[in-house]
């Protein structure tokens, strides 16, 4: 059964602190600006149009939830509870900050029907933390994620690629720390340099230097291949190109693109076919036709990369994530563990 989000974006009020990457702002003195109302007629106006037999949550994002006061947190929840009493919706999940969850907050979130907790580490590198002041520390993140599993919920990580005093080494060793707390999903984001943030005036003072696309792609593919394969579900991987995000003069410098996953994708099987034409000088490649974007890469990149020898023939009766070159059968694991060779 499919999956729908009706997402609410309750922006940034229970914010403890503004991190040098966000631009969120507290206004006007109020906690959100999101009413109660206004929480009402966003679910009304998606079930009118999500299919009925479809799995349905009410995500709270673009904002700290939990860091809102619990009399507003429950408002908000007792408002969603009455659609999941009524069996329109199946549950709600949320994203928050690591220094905002207790034995408290995570009794009242079950009470009201969430099921998905995220959790916006971005990063566990003591340096990193201190550099985008997130004001916690690695202890913080870990004593949450064990409450989040202590109450059941499912647990989801938000990683942060690229951030100031971080290097490839940092990034990835922060993935390997992740493994340990058991998250069920993750997301990973390249920084963007965003107009109205702290981490702009470090850029114009060359105290930053933003991530190109490439090194991007490095960066993330081997944490990519590192998560898949320790059986964490990517929901995914670089920011929704939204309108806000994507007007002019928003993103000021950093690896934006609108098909980040894809182009991540897309390296990795080049190196795994770079591996078998390197020994044996021909591909000769049998795949779904689900999965030729993949092997054929962003605008035929990899067939054009490895042409003449790139032949392709579609055969639906393989798996989707499965390949066979020069007649050998290739899992995805086998795919995304040549990512994770020293």
Excluded: W
Aim: hydrophobic share 35%; glycine share 6%.
């Amino acid at each position: 059964m499919k999956h729908y989000n009706i997402p609410v974006f309750i922006s940034h009020f229970g914010c403890p602190n503004s991190c040098v990457f966000c631009n969120q702002k507290k206004i006007n003195g109020r906690e959100t600006d999101v009413s109660l109302e206004d929480l009402k007629n966003i679910i009304d106006s998606y079930l009118e149009t999500l299919p009925k037999n479809s799995i349905k949550q009410v995500a709270f994002f673009g904002g700290t939830f939990t860091g809102i006061s619990m009399s507003l947190q429950k408002d908000y929840l007792e408002v969603v509870k009455k659609y999941i009493d009524a069996g329109e919706i199946q549950g709600i999940r949320l994203s928050t900050r690591p220094d905002c969850i207790s034995d408290e907050i995570l009794k009242q979130l079950k009470k009201y029907g969430v099921q998905t907790i995220e959790l916006g580490i971005q990063s566990l590198d003591s340096k990193v933390l201190s550099a985008t002041d997130r004001k916690y520390d690695e202890g913080v993140v870990e004593n949450s994620c064990k409450l989040i599993k202590k109450y059941e919920f499912e647990l989801g990580i938000q990683l942060m690629i690229g951030l100031p005093c971080s290097d490839l080494k940092s990034d990835y060793e922060t993935a390997k720390k992740c493994l340990e707390l058991k998250p069920d999903i993750a997301r990973i984001y390249p920084t963007l340099v965003i107009s109205g943030t702290e981490l702009q005036k470090m850029y114009l003072r060359r105290e930053y230097n933003a991530l190109d696309i490439n090194e991007a792609i490095f960066r993330t593919k081997k944490i990519y291949a590192l998560l898949e394969t320790n059986g964490i579900n990517i929901i995914r991987v670089g920011l929704q190109p939204s309108e806000d995000l994507t007007a002019e003069g928003v993103i000021l410098a950093g690896p934006f693109h609108p098909a980040f996953r894809d182009l991540v994708e897309n390296e990795i099987y080049h190196d795994f076919l770079f591996e078998i034409i390197k020994k044996e000088k021909k591909l000769d490649i049998e795949v779904n036709e689900k999965n030729i974007s993949r092997i054929v890469g962003q605008k035929k990149k990899n067939k054009k990369e490895f042409s003449p020898y790139f032949n392709l023939k579609i055969n639906n009766d393989l798996d989707e994530y499965k390949i066979k070159v020069n007649g050998k059968l290739y899992e995805r694991s086998d795919i995304l563990k040549r990512e994770l060779k020293e």
